[in-house]
Each structure stands twice: as C-alpha cells, then as structure tokens.
C-alpha cells in the first residue's frame, strides 16, 4: 500500500511539474495584438451571420456554428475583464495627479504632464478596447438567439412536414426499388465494414477500450459481491427497512455490467471507422439496447413478478405479471421495428419507406402499449376492508393514462395523414418521458430509504453520525429530510432539462432559461433572481442562527451569573429576539438588493394608508409577526381566548383558525391573542392533573380507602407514575368522609377516558367491597374535575331525590343504615 501511496504522489508531482512547465510555455508565447483580436472576432461572426441567412441548415451544422459563436463571446469576455481591471487600475494611478479645480497648486513638472498624459492615454485606450469588447458580446448574443431561433424553426419544420401517405398508390409504386435500393446500400456498408475488419484501430483507441473493459470487469466482480451480501437473496437484508436498497442492488447488478458491455462494444466499432450509414446506425442501436436493458432491469427488481415481498408498487400478483410482460413485450418488438426502421431510413431517398414504416412502426407500437396502459395492470394489492384506492395512483394516474392512450393512438392518424417522423417522433418522446419520470421516482425511493437507514440509530451508519455528532444513541435525526428535498429538486432541475429534450426542444434554450432564470428580471431599480433569492434565504437563515447563538449563550451563561431579577432577564432575551430578527430581515433584505432608500420610501407611504384606515389591519398583521416569532401559541395547542376553546389550526398573517370541540371554526383576528389573557394547556407539555372527589360512609377506615384509591389510580395504564398519583383526606362532614384522589395523565386528550375508567373501577371495588349499596343509584356522586377547574358532574345533587327510587321516604339525619353518597 505504501508503494502504491507513493507511486501516486509522485505521479501527481510529475502531473503538476509539467502544467508548471507548459503555463510557463504558454506565457512566454507572444499573445495575439487587440487589434487583430476584434478583426478576427469580427469576421467569424461575420462569416456565422451569412451562414445563419443561408437555407438548407441541419441541426448538427447550427449546433457548430453556436459553438463557434459562443466561443468567440467567451474570448471578448475574458478581453473585457482585463480590461475593465486595467481601466480601473489606470483611474486609480490617475486620481492624485488630476489637476483640482480652485486649489493653489505648485507648478507641475514636465514629468508628471508626461506621467498623466500616458495614463490618460492608457485609460483611453482601455475605455476603447472594452467598448469593443461589449460591442462584440452583443452581436454574438444577437447571433446566438437568433441560432437558437432557426434550429426551434427547424425542427417544427421536420416534424410537421407532411410526407406522401402510406395509402397512397405513389407510395406502393416507389417503395420496392427504395426498399432494394436500402438493403443493397446497408448491405454494401456491412460487406466493405467486414472486409476492413480491425485494421483501422489505433493504439491510442485501444488504451481508453482496455481500461474501460478493465472497469467492467471489476464492477461486476463488485456487484456479484454485493448482490450475495445485501441483494434480496443475500445474507445482510431486513426485508421491511431495506426493500428498496437490496432492490435496486439486485436491479443494477443484473443491467449496469451488460449496459457497460453494450457501450464498451459501440465504442470498439465506431473505433473501425464503420462506413455510412453505419456510423450513424451503432450509436442509436447501443442506445436503444440500453434502453431495453434498463426497461428488463426495471420490471425484474421493481415489479418482481414472482417475489411479492419485493415488489417496489403494491401490485396484484396478476398485474404485476401482466404489466411486466407487457412492458418487455412492448420494448422488444418497438426496439426491433425502430432499428429496422432507422436503418432503412438512412438511404438518400426514402420518401416511400418512410411513410409506410412509421404507419407499421407506430401501430405496433400503440397495439403493444395499451395493456400496459389498462387498468388491469394497475390494479392495487388491498387488505380486506381498506378504503385504499382500487387502482395504483388513484384517479389522477387513471387519467394520465388516459391522455396517454389517446396520444399513442394519435400516432397512428398522424402516420395516415403523412407525418411520419411526427408519428415516430411522437412514441419515442412519450416511452423516453416515462421511462425518465420512473427512474426519477425509484431514485427518491432509493435516497429515500438509504437515508432513513443512516438516520436509524440501530443501523451502523446511524450509530456513527451519532458518535461523530456526540449525540445520545437513542437520539432522533431529521437532517435527513432536508437532503432529501435538495436531492428531490436537484432531481426536478434534471427532469426539467431531460424532458424537453426528449421532446427534442433545443437544450441550449433551456439553458438560456435556467440562466435567465438565475440572472434575474430587472423591475425598476430591483433585480429579482433565483441567485439573489437564495442567497437572500442563506443570509437570513444564517443571521437567524448566529442570533439564537448569541441568544442562548446570553440566556444560559451570562445572565444567570448576574445579580438581576427575573422579569429583567426575560426582557433582555426577549429584546435579543426581536434584534436578531430585525437584523436579519434587513441583511436578508440587502442581499436580496432592495435599496434601502426606496423600502423607506415604500415605508412611508405605508405608514401614510395605515394612518388613513388601515390600523386595524397593520396591528392584526403585526400581532400575527410576532405570534409566529415568540410562538405563544402554535398549530395543535389547545386554548381558550374570548370565551374560544379549541384547537389552533392555522396561524396565518391576520388571523388564527380554532377548531372547537363542537367541529366549528372560528377565525380570531391576531391582535386579540395579545390584548387578552390566553390559556394554553399544551404551552409547555400536554400533560394534565385529573381530580376525583368522593364521599364514603362515615364508618369506612381511612388507611383502607386511601389504598383502595391509590391502588385503582396505580392500575390504569395512562395514569403516570411520576408524578405520582395523590390522596387526600380531606374532611369529615355530616354526610361522610370526603376524600380527593390526583391523578396525571400525559395527554390532555386522555383526561376524559381516566375520568370515566377510574369511576367505573371505584365504583365496582366500593360495591364489591360492600362500602356502597348498589340499590340506590342515584344517591352516587362521583365528580371529576381537571386541573383548571372543569366540573364533570354525574347527576345533579341538588336536583335528585335522596333515595333511589321516586316514592322513597325522605332520609333520616343521622341514621347508621342509610346509603352512602359518593
């Protein structure tokens, strides 16, 4: 391993010698004058305009011709940032030797005119050379919208030019001698490519050939090992956490190795110099066989026709085989018809095969691909009793679907009609979308579960984030979320640029947009971009959490140890809030490049509508800023505001929304939740006290009922045992002894069901324990109370007669036999 250790560093050092030695090389060369510089960009945008005026461009000819248009703007922008840095070196070597008006000056020297006259000139001339400069960046952005005009032009001109129809009589009368004439020019190709054989094979191909064989190799010796320890018949897998990763172990294992051969191959015989139409027939038939191989890879790990515990889709066993059949049905036959297609298409005149094979082409494509598109091969794997949607995808998918049958079978009329390369374009765009959008879908299931795996904290992954973090082992991790959703839109940027260029949208033009996008729209003085935005949230988010730094750091360490009362020190952290807030706001603002002068203008005119009418708004807006920043009160709390008790729902801008127990919503202006006292009963934990009073015969023994009582609370399974349950005895009154039982509950949800279950025990026990007579029912008094003084009453004790039955005598004071009340 040293050995090797220092072969590389020495290596490196050699690699690094000779950059040193030919950068060295490169600034010795006598560089190119400015003058001939802007002559020779001129001529080349030139020679690209007459060009671009020019009919009979190919897309393959536009695209060089921006290449050659986007490097000369390249070059006039380097130009121009040298010469914008000279520019402003010059100014700066010329500011103290400017002649300052009204100022009683020494006579200058002769040297010092010369010394400012040369920097005048040298400014000058750099003042020139940038003009030129933008003048040549301008043009070439000209000549590069208007190239990226004429190539869109193109392609909407090749794809809706109408061709001869295929149930013409001209098309049968020309298609025999153009079908000889194809497989005699294909065949001439094949026969000479044989002859020639590997003779045109250089050494310097085969040194990239043997290295990249040397790489699958050694792949698939990798793979092989982890397909046998962690793909779904190896030796390390939980089938519930790592479905998805054995999954797409055992899919990659089984595709990447044969897709490197295939291009390995294509690379090995386009090295022969294959003759025309050759040349352009191996690229698209290593293509095309990726695409099967994926396609195969796909059905056999994500379908799993015949392993149901692996199945990536909830899938019927018959919808899974079905739709795999199909699926590879579909690529099979559509592969082989489109290269046989391609490859008699490639002739100089095939205006009757072209027709007829794009009709056979496309119909036996959409055939092939409507059971894939049936309901059949979606249908949902459903418990017995689930509400769960009958079909994969639910209604939204059925009607995709939808659209997508009618699209494939739009092919056929358009094949009918003479569009044949609308028609075939039209199938290869609509498989190349979904096999896309199937692949971005199992790459996010993929991150998806790889990071809830290294989240988990019995997986070793998950145990050593902990330990490099000095985390607890039994800690929660959300991080990951955050990296799936960057991961999730670094995904959508690629859709959005692959799509399209399936769609065989110019690339370049999207490009443009991105760039547009990030560059920014001006809007007045205000440039508003994606970059500008982003780094606008970085700075705010950064600001926000050195605040809270400073915040905690002031909270915990510095005012505990000063000798300061306690209302102070909540003032000082709530005003460090408020600052750290403020500030960020305004550094996110400056990044986002919002002048401050014209936000105080905006400001003030504000200021000036709130003193007209807008007061009520402005202080419910306010009020809304600052409930979300202290968040008294948040999303799931259960308060009472106004008379209001419910739920907090949603906490929006000028007003909260409570759900009541009554399933009624009520929208409270914000302003109200700081100008009136607010309970919060989840504000710092959703705990709750349960209180039980009860009454039992004078003659019952305290130490028994204070033990009966503690016992019941002990044996209900949502009452906490720290705090522990509390009795009381609270006093010895004419009707008995009163005692009080305090229970704790962690849910305030949970107060109700232990109120109830807690009487319901009490009452069985003081029965079966002959403290209470079961007769007289409605002499029984079992009250609960919650902690803030909600009085659950069973049966009016003021209201109910004094014995069970209706017609019963009025109670004796003082009689040892009469029921007990509790």
């Known amino acids: 391993m040293r050995s090797l250790a220092r072969l590389a560093l020495f290596l490196l050092l050699l690699i690094g010698v000779a950059d040193t030695a030919s950068a060295q090389t490169a600034s010795q060369q006598p560089q190119r004058p400015f003058g001939q510089l802007t002559d020779l960009w001129t001529r080349q945008l030139d020679r690209i305009a007459t060009r671009t005026e020019q009919v009979g461009l190919l897309p393959v000819e536009i695209d060089g011709l921006r290449e050659q248009a986007t490097d000369v703007r390249t070059a006039a922008i380097a130009a121009a940032a040298l010469a914008r840095n000279d520019l402003a070196d010059t100014k700066k070597l010329l500011a103290p030797l400017e002649i300052k008006p009204g100022t009683d000056a020494p006579p200058e020297t002769d040297a ?69 004439t194809a497989l005699e020019t294909l065949g001439t190709a094949i026969a000479t490519w044989a002859r020639n054989g590997l003779t045109p094979l250089r050494k310097q191909d085969l040194v990239p050939l043997a290295f990249w064989a040397a790489i699958t190799i050694g792949l698939w010796w990798f793979g092989r090992a982890l397909r046998q320890r962690f793909g779904r018949s190896g030796t390390h897998v939980n089938l519930q956490r790592y479905r998805t990763i054995a999954t797409a172990i055992d899919g990659l294992g089984l595709v990447l190795v044969p897709i490197l051969a295939v291009w390995l191959v294509s690379k090995l015989l386009l090295a022969t110099a294959p003759p025309a139409p050759l040349d352009r027939l191996v690229p698209e038939v290593a293509i095309r066989l990726i695409w099967l191989l994926l396609v195969f890879g796909m059905t056999a790990a994500g379908l799993s026709p015949g392993r149901p515990e692996w199945r990536f889709m909830p899938l019927t066993d018959d919808s899974a085989q079905y739709l795999s059949q199909a699926l590879r049905r579909l690529m099979v036959v559509g ?72 699209m494939v079978l739009s092919s056929i009329a358009f094949a009918l009609a003479g569009y044949a390369t609308l028609a075939s374009h039209l199938h290869a765009a609509i498989s190349a979308t979904c096999a896309l959008i199937a692949i971005a879908l199992l790459l996010h299931q993929l991150v998806s579960d790889l990071l809830e795996a290294a989240a988990a904290p019995d997986t070793p992954p998950g145990a050593w984030v902990r330990r490099r973090f000095g985390l607890p082992p039994d800690t929660t991790i959300r991080g990951q979320h955050l990296v799936l959703l960057l991961f999730d839109v670094a995904l959508v940027l690629l859709l959005a640029i692959a799509i399209p260029a399936a769609w065989n949208v110019d690339i370049d033009a999207i490009l443009d947009g991105f760039g547009q996008l990030l560059r920014g729209v001006k809007v007045g003085g205000v440039t508003i971009s994606l970059g500008n935005v982003g780094m606008a949230i970085i700075a705010f988010a950064v600001c926000m959490l050195l605040a809270r730094l400073v915040r905690s750091i002031v909270r915990d360490r510095v005012l505990p140890s000063v000798d300061a009362p306690l209302p102070l020190r909540q003032s000082i952290d709530a005003g460090l809030n408020y600052v750290g807030v403020i500030v960020a706001i305004l550094i996110g603002i400056g990044a986002l490049g919002v002048d401050f002068t014209n936000l105080a203008i905006v400001l003030g005119a504000l200021s000036v509508g709130i003193g007209l009418g807008l007061q009520n708004i402005a202080n419910n807006v306010i009020s809304g800023v600052i409930l979300l920043v202290e968040r008294p009160i948040k999303a799931g709390d259960w308060i009472i505001v106004s008379g209001h008790e419910g739920f907090v ?20 202006p914000n302003s109200v939740f700081l100008q009136n006292p607010v309970v919060n009963r989840t504000y710092s934990d959703t705990s709750s006290r349960v209180e039980l009073k009860i009454t039992v015969p004078l003659g019952t023994e305290v130490a028994a009922m204070e033990g009966l009582l503690r016992e019941a609370a002990l044996g209900h399974a949502r009452v906490l045992r720290v705090p522990a349950p509390i009795v009381r005895f609270m006093r010895i009154s004419s009707s008995g002894l009163d005692f009080e039982l305090f229970v704790f509950v962690s849910r305030l949800e949970d107060r109700q069901i232990v ?43 003021e209201s109910e007669p004094k014995s069970g039955h209706k017609d019963a005598p009025p109670e004796k004071s003082g009689d040892a036999d009469a029921p007990p009340k509790v």
């Not at 005119?113 to 040298?122: G, I, N, S, V």
């Open 112 to 180: 010092l005119k010369e010394e400012r006259q040369r920097l005048t000139d040298q400014a000058t001339l750099n003042e020139s050379r940038l003009k030129q400069c933008e003048v040549v960046i301008a043009r070439a952005d000209q000549l590069l919208e208007r190239l990226t005009k004429v190539r869109s032009e193109l392609v909407f001109q090749t794809l809706t030019r109408r061709d001869l129809s295929p149930l013409s009589a001209e098309v049968w009368t020309k298609i025999g001698p153009q079908l000889g």
């Open 335 to 406: 592969v082989a018809l489109d290269l046989v297609y391609v490859a008699l298409t490639r002739g100089a005149d095939h205006s009757a095969i072209a027709p007829v094979g794009a009709l056979i082409l496309t119909t036996t494509v959409a055939l092939l691909a409507l059971p894939a598109l049936s309901n059949r091969s979606w249908q949902a794997a459903r418990p017995e009793g689930s509400d769960l949607p009958p079909m994969i995808g639910g209604t939204w998918w059925s009607i995709i679907r939808l659209v997508l049958t009618v």
């Open 649 to 668: 729902r949603r906490i929006n801008i000028r007003a909260t929304e409570i759900e009541t127990f009554q399933r009624t919503h009520v929208i409270v």
């Open 755 to 797: 109120t109830n279950d807690l009487n319901r025990s009490l009452l069985a026990k003081l029965i079966e324990l002959k403290i209470l007579d079961p007769a007289p029912m409605s002499e029984l008094k079992l009250r609960g109370l919650d902690r803030v003084g909600v009085t659950l009453l069973h049966g009016d004790p």
